[in-house]
């Protein structure tokens, strides 16, 4: 069953740790992407990556750090320097067209206590 | 980079009225405008996407309107149902980058 698989779908951390969020697909996509989902302010882009062992910065890069190691994977982690952590991160996944749709796992929800 | 405003917020309408929902990006060069669909719970999914080169495009009874020179593009759907009830949200991109409008929360109401 191809697609894109997020986990872990909930989790809770405490201030000052940092975590990280696994993004893993199974297209055979080349381009992988993270977006921040907040109420009213749709969904922003976090970090994207076009080939394994390169990734760019997208509007709201600061607090994240990003990998891609493998074609398959794209982990994301928050860290502490995060000012405001609590959100829904989806992870999407697309061709390399200009104009491929994107693929969206089904979510992780962060929640700072 | 590219700004996306996306109105209204939230829309109820009857169910069979029509629903129009319209977006405005900034960045010019900006030539793929996808529209998503996401479900309480779920995740955005794909409707319907339009290109610079073409004006409107149409998908039952979905369909999406570009108007370059304006830098504006609306979503309409005709005969609403039930289940067309959902956040949508529009997007647009050059290149790879794409970049969402805030959404709007639709109702349809029985």
């Known amino acids: 069953d191809g697609g894109i698989t997020q986990s872990p779908k909930y989790l809770f951390r405490k201030e000052g740790q940092n975590v990280t969020l696994s993004c893993e697909q199974n297209l055979n996509h080349d381009a992988m992407y993270w977006y921040r989902q907040d109420p009213g302010q749709g969904l922003r882009l976090i970090y994207y990556s076009q080939i394994v062992n390169d990734f760019q910065k997208g509007d709201i890069a600061e607090g994240y750090s990003v990998s891609r190691e493998k074609k398959e994977s794209f982990p994301l982690t928050v860290t502490s320097a995060q000012k405001n952590p609590t959100a829904f991160y989806l992870c999407?996944?697309?061709?390399?067209?200009?104009?491929?749709?994107?693929?969206f796992g089904e979510g992780s929800r962060l929640t700072v206590l | 980079g590219e700004n996306v405003e996306q109105h209204p917020s939230t829309l109820s309408v009857q169910e069979g009225d029509s629903a129009v929902i319209k977006c405005t990006y900034s960045d010019s060069a900006s030539n793929y405008f996808p529209w998503y669909k996401q479900e309480l719970g779920k995740r955005p999914q794909l409707i319907i996407d339009i290109r610079s080169n073409v004006g409107e495009k149409k998908d039952q009874r979905i369909a999406v309107t570009l108007n370059k020179t304006a830098k504006h593009f609306s979503l309409h759907i005709t005969e609403t149902q039930p289940e067309d009830s959902a956040v949508y949200f529009c997007a647009a991109s050059k290149e790879y980058k794409l970049s969402f409008g805030a959404g709007t929360t639709v109702t349809v109401r029985a």
């Open positions: 999407a996944s697309s061709t390399l067209r200009p104009s491929g749709e994107l693929f």
